[in-house]
């Protein structure tokens, strides 16, 4: 697990092809690897990769075909910049919101707006994620946690602080950039469970929760 909040921006140094997936090899750039070992996990753009080896500067990872079926990783050339951050552990502080690096899909930037000293990204999500996407919600763009500004239909706006764009990769971000989404844990875990196809009719209802009540609250819409 992780929390969306970015602790240095690495780079691609190359991305080989093995057999139908691919093996990438990452500079860390000022992450501090010390305590990083073989299988430990770090959020790379967004995607939980496992380190496979490491390097005088960085670590090595295998892409599995199913990850790049859902993320952009296969389409980055070498020397993207990237944006990295190491699994949690017990005593990190939750900055952000819990994020799995399970990408769930890929959107794209619709445009870029200065607001004051801040920037508004609109961003647009496929019609299949756009459900779980709420005003003033979590969600996660290439790693990085962010609330939901304003929604209409499949596009959301993001008001980004100049902090932000300092210490990740969306300042590079221009309209028709490609970016890795997450939506939030819970939705999708609510969405599972009020399955009216997984229902158990002879169970006592545990609650009076209802799909009308959560999006009354502002959780789903």
Not at 75 to 90: D, H, I, M, Q, R
Not at 121 to 129: C, F, G, M, V
Not at 133 to 140: D, E, L, M, Q, V
Request: glycine share 10%; proline share 4%.
């Amino acid at each position: 697990m992780f929390t969306g909040i970015i602790e240095a921006v690495g780079r691609l140094l190359s991305a080989e092809k093995r057999r139908g997936d691919l093996r990438v090899t990452v500079d860390s750039g000022q992450l501090d690897l010390s305590d990083v070992q073989l299988g430990d996990s770090i959020a790379t753009n967004g995607v939980c990769l496992t380190v496979v080896e490491q390097t005088g500067s960085g670590y090595v990872a295998d892409v599995s075909l199913e990850t790049l079926e859902h993320t952009t990783l296969d389409t980055l050339p070498a020397g993207s910049p990237l944006n990295l951050e190491k699994a949690l552990t017990p005593t990190t502080r939750l900055g952000g919101h819990l994020v799995s690096g399970h990408v769930d899909g890929v959107g794209r930037v619709v445009s870029v707006e200065s607001a004051a000293r801040s920037s508004v990204y609109w961003l647009e999500a496929p019609k299949t994620l756009a459900r779980y996407i709420a005003h003033k919600g979590s969600i996660t763009i290439d790693g990085v946690s962010l609330t939901v500004n304003k929604v209409d239909g499949c596009r959301f706006a993001l008001n980004i602080v100049p902090h932000t764009q300092q210490e990740t990769i969306i300042t590079h971000y221009r309209p028709g950039t490609r970016v890795n989404l997450e939506v939030d844990l819970l939705a999708r875990y609510l969405e599972r469970l009020l399955d009216p196809s997984l229902k158990d009719e002879r169970a006592e209802p545990a609650s009076n929760l209802t799909t009308g009540f959560l999006a009354e609250h502002g959780f789903m819409r």
